[in-house]
């Protein structure tokens, strides 16, 4: 039986500071007032997959699942201009190659040439390869420009449920997993509209993406194995919900100020850092055959043990039979 949202926050968050830090690692959902999780009909609508989105637990669990027929996903009832989204997430298990599933927001319904979006997309793999996981951000339309890092896990992500969060605020975005940030994405002048500023839904999506997610497209989704199920629970959305008709926000004054005054600790940054450096495997900061002059944001360490297309030239990790991660 799950344990409850409270719980397993802080279950995860200590199993994270075990891993990276004995000092304490805040969590920026306690900077927030009353983060609390909503059942499907509070908070969300169906996308698509009719049968292929389940319903748990009084709403409060969604099983998304992919099949020979169809994926599925959902959607948040209101567009958000800023604010903290999360859910706890069990991706499938066994062999996943070819399967997406994605957390992320989007306003590519309202904002058709000038979308804004932030992503979350974790990649299946064949048995025996761990799954990866992907940020992107795109602003205004800039879907030309990929600003994606892939990523390894510290964790099995099919074993347990697992927190991933995005903070979206006026300033910046930082992306988390179990309230370990992982990715931090200031705006700054010299990125001009680049940086996502429209109001955005927040979906969730299970689908076949055969054809790029795992190595390139040589590994396509096998139904021998579906349905592939991914589960979501916790479900935030705090944030400032805006009025459809002339997307205006609806907070005003120290509520809309909210987000902009939660920044990264000492601490934070320093968790951070040694995340990227151990499992970070691709940054476009450093594909120059992609970008070879780098993007306003980047900054390249000489030093660094990416090659020139982007990827990390290091040894690979996997799961040891006890669960934990190990360099070959």
């Known amino acids: 039986m799950m344990a409850s949202s409270c719980s397993s926050f802080f279950l995860l968050l200590a199993s994270s500071l075990l891993l990276f830090s004995p000092s304490n690692v805040a969590s920026s959902i306690h900077q927030l007032p009353n983060p609390t999780?909503?059942?499907?009909?509070?908070?969300?609508?169906?996308?698509?997959?009719?049968?292929?989105?389940?319903?748990?637990?009084?709403?409060?669990?969604?099983h998304l699942s992919l099949d020979q027929r169809t994926g599925a996903g959902f959607v948040s009832q209101d567009l958000y201009l800023h604010g903290f989204f999360s859910a706890s997430i069990k991706l499938p298990s066994d062999y996943a190659a070819g399967v997406v599933v994605a957390f992320y927001m989007s306003n590519g319904d309202a904002f058709e040439k000038t979308h804004d979006e932030l992503d979350f997309e974790f990649l299946g793999n064949i048995r025996g390869k761990e799954?990866?996981?992907?940020?992107?951000?795109?602003?205004?339309?800039?879907?030309?420009?990929?600003?994606?890092?892939?990523?390894?896990?510290?964790?099995?992500?099919?074993?347990?449920?697992?927190?991933?969060?995005?903070?979206?605020?006026?300033?910046?975005?930082?992306?988390?997993?179990?309230?370990?940030?992982?990715?931090?994405?200031?705006?700054?002048?010299?990125?001009?509209?680049?940086?996502?500023?429209?109001?955005?839904?927040?979906?969730?999506?299970?689908?076949?993406?055969?054809?790029?997610?795992?190595?390139?497209?040589?590994?396509?989704?096998?139904?021998?194995?579906?349905?592939?199920?991914?589960?979501?629970?916790?479900?935030?959305?705090?944030?400032?919900?805006?009025?459809?008709?002339?997307?205006?926000?609806?907070?005003?004054?120290?509520?809309?100020?909210?987000?902009?005054?939660?920044?990264?600790?000492?601490?934070?940054?320093?968790?951070?850092?040694?995340?990227?450096?151990?499992?970070?495997?691709?940054?476009?900061?450093?594909?120059?055959?992609?970008?070879?002059?780098?993007?306003?944001?980047?900054?390249i360490d000489p030093e660094s043990k990416f090659s020139t297309h982007g990827s990390r030239r290091t040894k690979r990790h996997y799961w040891s039979s006890v669960g934990t991660a190990v360099l070959d």
């Not at 969300?44 to 292929?52: A, E, I, K, P």
């Open 37 to 62: 999780t909503l059942s499907f009909e509070q908070g969300y609508t169906q996308l698509f997959g009719d049968s292929n989105l389940m319903l748990h637990r009084n709403g409060k669990t969604v």
């Open 131 to 299: 799954w990866r996981v992907q940020t992107n951000i795109y602003g205004n339309g800039s879907t030309s420009i990929g600003r994606e890092e892939r990523y390894g896990f510290w964790f099995d992500p099919t074993e347990d449920f697992h927190q991933y969060s995005i903070l979206w605020s006026h300033n910046r975005i930082i992306f988390y997993i179990d309230s370990i940030p992982i990715r931090e994405f200031a705006r700054t002048q010299a990125m001009g509209g680049q940086f996502p500023s429209k109001p955005m839904n927040l979906y969730a999506t299970i689908w076949d993406g055969s054809n790029w997610a795992t190595s390139g497209g040589r590994y396509k989704v096998n139904y021998k194995y579906a349905p592939y199920v991914a589960e979501f629970a916790d479900l935030v959305l705090h944030g400032c919900a805006v009025d459809p008709s002339d997307h205006s926000p609806t907070c005003q004054g120290s509520d809309a100020e909210l987000y902009n005054g939660i920044t990264l600790s000492t601490s934070q940054r320093s968790t951070m850092k040694k995340f990227r450096k151990k499992y970070m495997t691709y940054s476009y900061c450093h594909d120059l055959e992609r970008y070879p002059a780098s993007l306003p944001e980047c900054s």
